[in-house]
Nanobody, 122 residues
């Protein structure tokens, strides 16, 4: 059984940065693909980025390229978010599945964290 715990969310001004962390426990991280997804109020969940067990990165949203970067180290996966905009406000979730990233909706992910809220506002 895999456990995922997100942290690092909070209130940030437009143009600011945040780094989200997803601490993974229960099994070695290298066996899993870990993705970041987000859900804004009243909107469907959308994929942000995913890093496979091999380290290959899938960026689900072209609009986020250059602003959001995913990385991993030991048992933690990070999402560095720069130049944040009000429309980035959402609950951000990390999720895991075995080795290969799922599609952008996250329906193929098997394990989910509880999420961390990111609010971008002045």
């Amino acid at each position: 059984q895999l456990q995922l715990v997100e942290s690092g969310g909070g209130l940030v001004q437009p143009g600011g940065s945040l780094r989200l962390s997803c601490a993974v426990s229960g099994n070695p991280l290298d066996y899993y693909a870990i993705g970041w997804f987000r859900q804004a109020p009243g909107k469907a969940r959308e994929g942000v980025s995913c890093i496979a067990g091999s380290g290959e990165i899938t960026n689900y949203a072209d609009s986020l390229k250059g602003r959001f970067d995913i990385s991993k180290d030991k048992n933690t996966v990070y999402l560095q978010m720069n130049s944040l905009k009000p429309e980035d406000t959402a609950v951000y979730y990390c999720a895991a599945t075995y080795y290969i990233c799922s599609g952008p909706g996250g329906y193929g992910m098997d394990y989910w964290g509880k999420g961390t809220l990111v609010t971008v506002s002045s």
